[in-house]
């Protein structure tokens, strides 16, 4: 289900990111540099067929970004600067699954470490989260990677 809607938010960024040739000159520099950031990334927002398109309609050769590394759901572990051995416990994990992740500090941050917090329904760091969900420490991460769910929701059903 979280697929199905994440390609949905993918193919409406598409439309958008389309949307034509006319317009004000800004909107269409924005949606210029919005493609190109979208083309490096390998092209993550793409249409309802799954296919990436350029801005004339025609398929574009992503094909083998995607054939060599399964696509990756994001993947950010909050950090509040002070366990930095369960952190790098943590890191080790998810580079040992070839995942890639963001570490995001919230030590200065208020208003996202209280985001994370009560997102997580827990106060320690460090937190994952995978796809926009949290799912916890070091051990809610080792439990779904032993369980083999780990992989799953960080690369869909594979």
């Not at 809607?5 to 269409?28: D, Y």
């Not at 106060?123 to 994952?128: A, G, L, S, Y």
């Amino acid at each position: 289900m979280l697929n199905q809607i994440t390609n949905k938010l993918r193919a409406i960024a598409h439309r958008q990111l389309e949307g034509g040739g006319a317009g004000h000159p800004v909107a269409q520099r924005v949606r210029e540099v919005a493609n190109t950031i979208n083309d490096l990334l390998g092209r993550p927002i793409r249409g309802d067929d799954g296919a990436a398109h350029d801005g004339q309609g025609a398929t574009a050769a992503a094909s083998s970004v995607t054939a060599r590394a399964p696509e990756q759901a994001p993947v950010i572990l909050y950090f509040d600067g002070k366990d930095h051995r369960t952190k790098a416990k943590v890191e080790e994990l998810l580079r040992g699954r070839d995942i890639t992740f963001r570490v995001l500090d919230v030590g200065d941050d208020e208003v996202e470490r209280s985001w994370i917090t009560t997102a997580a329904k827990r106060d320690e760091f460090p937190i994952v989260v995978i796809a926009g969900t949290p799912v916890g420490g070091l051990h809610e991460l080792t439990q779904l990677d032993v369980q083999g769910e780990l992989k799953r929701r960080v690369f869909g059903a594979a």
